[in-house]
């Protein structure tokens, strides 16, 4: 199994910034790909960003210049910075895992950017 624990969500005005971090852990021997995904009520989630153990990344169009993804391997932990937070980056964000075909999930941290 493995659990990833997400951290660092919270309130912030617009312009704003924000970092979120998750650990990976357990059966994370072939752990390759981690990023990041949001889901806003009553929207589908969608892809923010992406990293490999190589340190390709992948970023969703709305987040290009704002968002960085950055991961430490001997941590096996994954970052996202975000900077100039907009009111509609509101969502809940969701740290994933990839262990050979397999997807995980953390549960989840709320992030709010207010007007």
């Known amino acids: 199994q493995v659990q990833l624990v997400e951290s660092g969500g919270g309130l912030v005005q617009a312009g704003g910034q924000l970092t979120l971090s998750c650990a990976a852990s357990?059966?994370?021997?072939?752990?390759?790909?981690m990023g990041w995904f949001r889901q806003a009520p009553g929207n589908q989630r969608e892809l923010v960003a992406t990293?490999?153990?190589?340190?390709?990344?992948n970023y969703a169009d709305f987040v290009k210049g704002r968002f960085t993804i950055s991961s430490d391997n001997a941590k096996n932990t994954v970052y996202l910075q975000m900077n100039s937070l907009k009111p509609e980056d509101t969502a809940v964000y969701y740290c994933t895992a990839k262990v050979l075909k397999y997807d995980y999930w953390g549960q989840g941290t709320q992030v709010t950017v207010s007007s």
């Open positions: 990293i490999t153990r190589g340190g390709n990344t």
């Open positions: 357990g059966s994370i021997f072939r752990l390759t790909d």
